[in-house]
């Protein structure tokens, strides 16, 4: 199989940012894990100090979605499909005054020629990470936890848990390895996609290693910082995080085709999920796999009209305390143009997350200035020259309508099958 794995699991991670993420959706974690999945050493890197750059600011003018402007939009897209060979993929663009985009283009299916259509539910990988960020930070307003606390308060046997704190499992600074770039993890779950895994499993692939770096010190996309911030959400509230974030998360929001799975449920409809994370290499349909894997990291499921909706809640701060959003949104450089608050990145001004996991990718962001929303959902995970499809879509979509703000996160290499 690829050396990619990273994605199977690290698309748990998700940014694909990222960098990987930011990407398990869990997302996509993206560079080192794919290293790490192939079993290489962790590199070594010097500690550098945590600036907080000012938000990229917003400039040039957000055009209205004429006909013409469609027409571009269209042809941009069809072209990545043809050549990222995307199946399927649903693209909404909006700002207010300029009007609405909304295409769906190829299938659903291959095998029954299904179009996709914007009403598909769809997993949405590592865009799980903002909502289990926005229960912490409720949390956070509600005094019953604070960001600078010690995992080691909440869970027991976390390397350096004394002293890495929420905020950098949040901000994806705590130095602790990702599971899902852990070698027997992939295989086990790549022998078995429908098992489930419990987080404490998880936890176990991560805590065999080493850490990475000392807390702070340093960004490194990891899913394991997820696992451990749904526990927190656990212990304190006394709930199954799955409970409290579909009702004081998406239901406080209005979103009425999100949820938090318990299992490999998959409310009807939604597209089949084309993946070659496989332990063969070859394709396969993934869309009844196991999403119990990335948890807290990339557990979700939504649809267009909910995303639409959340991208802007998640940046603007709705569910929280004006200073609680203010510290999600202390971005620290991650990757070139790209910088990680808690739970969310700012990529070139866009605003949100992305996700990846096998199957399924998802973007969700938002620029403030025009107060534009773009969510691109599509029916798999497989790169293109080493860079996420979902990626593809933004940085095409964004050239043409915020080309002083284009969305785009480095390729990471190929290396081999």
Do not use: C
Not at 180 to 194: C, M, Q, V
Not at 367 to 377: D, E, I, N, S, Y
């Amino acid at each position: 199989m690829r050396t990619r794995r990273h994605s199977a699991a690290v698309a748990a991670a998700a940014l694909v940012l990222a960098v990987s993420p930011l990407g398990a959706g869990a997302g996509a974690a993206y560079a080192q894990g794919a290293a790490y999945a192939a079993g290489a050493a962790a590199p070594a890197r010097p500690a550098v100090t945590v600036p907080v750059p000012a938000p990229t600011p917003v400039t040039g003018e957000f055009p209205r979605l004429t006909p013409s402007v469609a027409r571009e939009l269209d042809s941009a897209i069809r072209k990545v499909m043809a050549e990222a060979k995307v199946p399927g993929v649903i693209v909404a663009l909006s700002a207010p005054g300029k009007g609405t985009y909304v295409r769906s283009f190829g299938v659903a299916d291959q095998e029954t020629g299904m179009p996709m259509s914007p009403g598909l539910n769809t997993r949405i990988g590592s865009e799980t990470k903002t909502f289990t960020v926005t229960a912490l930070l409720q949390l956070v307003d509600q005094g019953r936890v604070g960001l600078d606390d010690p995992i080691g308060k909440y869970v027991e046997g976390v390397p350096n848990g004394d002293r890495i704190t929420l905020r950098e499992l949040a901000g994806m600074r705590s130095g602790l390895f990702n599971y899902s770039a852990d070698e027997d993890f992939g295989k086990a779950f790549l022998a078995d996609p429908r098992r489930p895994f419990t987080p404490q499993q998880l936890l176990a692939y991560s805590f065999k290693h080493p850490v990475l770096f000392e807390p702070n010190a340093e960004f490194d996309y990891s899913n394991t910082n997820l696992i451990l911030l749904g526990l927190v959400v656990e212990k304190v509230t006394g709930q199954r995080l799955d409970d409290y974030i579909n009702r004081e998360v998406v239901a406080a929001a209005g979103l009425k085709h999100t949820l938090f799975p318990v299992g490999a449920e998959f409310p009807a409809p939604h597209a089949q999920g084309y993946t070659d994370q496989t332990l063969s290499g070859k394709t396969a349909n993934a869309t009844d796999w196991n999403p119990s894997w990335g948890w807290a990291a990339g557990a979700m499921i939504s649809n267009l009209s909910d995303l639409r909706s959340w991208a802007k809640t998640v940046a603007t701060g709705t569910l929280l305390k004006p200073a609680t959003q203010a510290e999600r949104l202390k971005v620290v450089p991650s990757l070139p143009g790209a910088g990680y608050g808690l739970g969310i990145f700012n990529v070139q001004g866009w605003i949100g997350h992305n996700g990846s996991l096998p199957g399924y990718q998802s973007l969700t962001v938002y620029l403030p200035g025009p107060q534009a929303t773009l969510v691109v959902l599509l029916n798999t995970d497989t790169d293109y020259r080493g860079s996420a499809p979902s990626t593809l879509f933004g940085q095409a979509i964004t050239r043409i309508v915020t080309p002083d703000h284009v969305f785009s996160l480095p390729a990471q290499p190929v290396t081999g099958h």
